[in-house]
């Protein structure tokens, strides 16, 4: 079973609109970290937000919110006010393990296409 | 600022050949690891480090080998090359390996092999 599931291969936005990336997990764990990384066209890959398993608030780091569901497994990430450098490729990835050996596992992305 | 930099940024192999993918970092990260990325299946594990002289496998280990005799460097060694590594490589390190340590990733490395 995947670890980490991006059902949207590809979405559509329009400048200064939100959008969400949706992302669902699959673990035993009750321990573990939810991380969003973006793409960009260049390679890079760029972290952008964590969620911890035990955090009760959703994380937010300025445009980009997680909206962490834990019940359903879910950690969405929202972008508000798009632009048109929000275009790129966003994993969803989760770090699941004991100890100082926990695996970053990534899903299979969702590109992101912000139009005018 | 380098952070985590991986060197070359392009390789061209024939099938069996040989050759070292470096990666170096410079935030004094414990942890460190390896992925390659092909198109619709993500960034995959291949080896990781918990530290100076431990490495252990990932998901997908079979044809790689790894050292960490330094904190610093994490080379990535393919010991015969076949085209189905033709890949992007990407080098990432974390300050530990803990659940809640963000991967900090090279600009990683496009290698094919023909």
């Known amino acids: 079973a995947q670890k980490i599931t991006q059902t949207q291969p590809g979405m559509f936005v329009q400048e200064k609109e939100a959008v969400t990336l949706d992302c669902t997990y699959d673990?035993?764990?009750?321990?573990?970290?939810l991380f969003w990384y973006k793409q960009p066209s260049s390679g890079e890959m760029i972290f952008l937000i964590y969620?911890?398993?035990?955090?009760?608030q959703n994380a937010t780091e300025g445009r980009y919110s997680l909206n962490f569901q834990k019940a359903r497994k879910s950690a969405n990430l929202v972008i508000s006010a798009s632009q048109l450098g929000d275009s790129a490729m966003y994993f969803c990835a989760m770090r699941e393990g004991s100890g100082t050996a926990s695996k970053l596992t990534f899903g299979t992305g969702t590109r992101l296409q912000v139009t005018l | 600022n380098a952070g985590v930099t991986q060197t070359p940024k392009f390789q061209v192999l024939k099938t069996g050949q040989s050759m070292t993918l470096q990666c170096a970092q410079d935030m004094n990260h414990e942890y460190m690891s390896w992925y390659r990325q092909d198109p619709g299946m993500g960034l995959r594990l291949i080896h990781y480090s918990v530290g100076a002289g431990i490495t252990d496998q990932g998901e997908v280990p079979n044809g790689y080998n790894v050292s960490r005799s330094t904190t610093e460097d994490f080379p990535l060694r393919l010991l015969s090359a076949a085209p189905s590594q033709t890949s992007v490589y990407f080098c990432a390190s974390s300050y530990t390996g803990a659940r809640n340590s963000p991967l900090h990733f090279g600009n990683g490395t496009r290698l094919t092999v023909t």
């Open positions: 969620q911890g398993s035990y955090d009760e």
């Open positions: 673990t035993s764990d009750q321990s573990y970290g």
